[in-house]
């Protein structure tokens, strides 16, 4: 399970592996994200975020979409969260990235390519909370433990959706240079 597929990844230590600890926020929000795939899931148990750059990856000419859109990962919430920002939350669930979390338009949480963030984390996941699914689990920005998983089913397959129109429309329509809220 997840635990031997861990040990793999620590000793091979390869992007396909990425795992750590990260900061979350929240944010309302449905469509297509950046990274082409709809950003959430009608409230059936699965869940969306934006990540950071480190988590959405930067495209290139060949390949626009960040090489991370549509990974999945496994967040068990550590009940903390940064000092002043929330009340932490536990447990754990499948989020699959979908978006991006620019540091345009949230430079306190979303940090550019290797750069940590205010709070000092390299990793950020803002959790889609459509229909206050997030809200439920009383998850209220918690620091969390990551790692990455298989998509399970009922999520779209990696790669499915990157089109360049789509990126080149979010980036229009969302340079306004306004903060997301947290």
Known sequence: GDVYKRQICALVATSYCLSGRATTTRYGGSGLGSCGYTTTYDNDGKYTAAGNWVLHGRGNPASWCGPMCGKCYKLRALNISPPGQGTGGAGEITIQVTNLCDNRWNPVWCSPENVTNRYGYLYHFELNNEGGKIDRLGWNNPIVDFWEVPCPGGYLPRG???????????????????????
């Open 160 to 182: 499915s959706r990157c089109d360049k129109r789509i990126l080149e429309s979010f980036l229009s329509d969302n340079d306004d240079g306004q903060e997301d809220e947290e």
